[in-house]
């Protein structure tokens, strides 16, 4: 866990100055792509009306594309349809680290096997689950999706596997591109976070907002947010994160989780997006 330690005390250490000098970071994600790569959705479900109404759809890779709470109020479907997940490798037994991920309209790495559906209702029905494996056949991911019906929330459990022989540091991060209450403002939102969630939202009366957090894990983990709307690095998730919170502008949010997985060894992370 050293690696781990160290990479810790650096997202503590750089927290307010790591906003700056991050032009290159910004446009990295968004740079990267493969035919993979879709924000169509595959699946929609939808529940409420008017005030209880939420609908969101996941495409064929796991991402949500689409968050729309309460009626006629949409959250990401706007601009570029950009959510998703990566996990970075620390590189405990190469020494080189190794960025996997998928952020739909933001790009993907390239380095991924096709997803595995299992969906036994056909489209648009629950259970849904996603499993997708690295193209190295280091990490198999699979994502789980549920629904609170009550709460306007849809809630990804993410579990990760080393299928290696040796053990291995890592990140696992979701993220989301929140362009709240239809990208009024040009998509400018206000965006803060704390240490358990982030959330991106308009100022005003009858305005809406999403919040990105965790259900309660021992994992060590972190939410973050971003001055920019573009994927985050998996290997450096607060390159841009502002200055100072609450900020206001085009933005994002997401959340990390890191720990060492031993060989063959599982973790389970479970993220959850909801409306206030």
């Not at 810790?8 to 032009?23: F, H, N, P």
């Not at 894990?217 to 709307?229: K, R, Y």
Request: charged share 15%.
């Amino acid at each position: 866990m050293s690696t781990m330690k160290l990479f810790l005390l650096a997202v503590v250490l750089t927290l307010a100055a790591a906003a700056y000098g991050q032009d290159q970071q910004k446009s990295k994600r968004a740079e990267t792509s493969s035919p993979d790569a879709t924000s169509d959705c595959q699946s929609t479900f939808t529940s409420g009306s008017g005030q209880t109404f939420f609908q969101f759809c996941v495409t064929v890779n796991g991402n949500i594309t689409e968050l729309q709470s309460p009626a006629g109020y949409e959250h990401i479907r706007e601009g570029l349809y950009q959510e998703g997940y990566a996990i970075c490798d620390f590189g405990t037994t190469t020494g080189v680290e190794t960025e996997y991920f998928d952020y739909a309209d933001g790009g993907d790495s390239g380095n991924w096997q096709a997803p595995v559906t299992t969906q036994p209702g056909g489209v648009n029905t629950f259970p849904l689950k996603i499993v997708r494996t690295t193209s190295d056949g280091v990490y198999t991911l699979t994502q789980t999706f549920t629904r609170d019906t009550v709460e306007p929330t849809v809630k990804i459990a993410m579990t990760l596997k080393n299928n290696t022989k040796a053990a291995r540091d890592f990140a696992l991060v979701r993220y989301a591109d929140i362009d709240a209450n239809n990208g009024i403002n040009d998509y400018t939102d206000w965006f803060d976070f704390s240490h358990d969630a982030a959330w991106g939202y308009n100022n005003g009366f009858n305005l809406y907002g999403v919040m990105l957090f965790t259900v309660p894990t021992n994992l060590p983990h972190f939410a973050f947010v971003q001055d920019t709307a573009a994927g985050p690095d998996p290997c450096g998730p607060v390159n841009n994160l502002p200055a100072a919170t609450p900020w206001s502008g085009d933005g994002s949010v997401g959340f990390e989780w890191n720990n060492t997985l031993n060989n063959a060894k599982s973790i389970t992370a479970t993220a959850e997006y909801r409306r206030f």
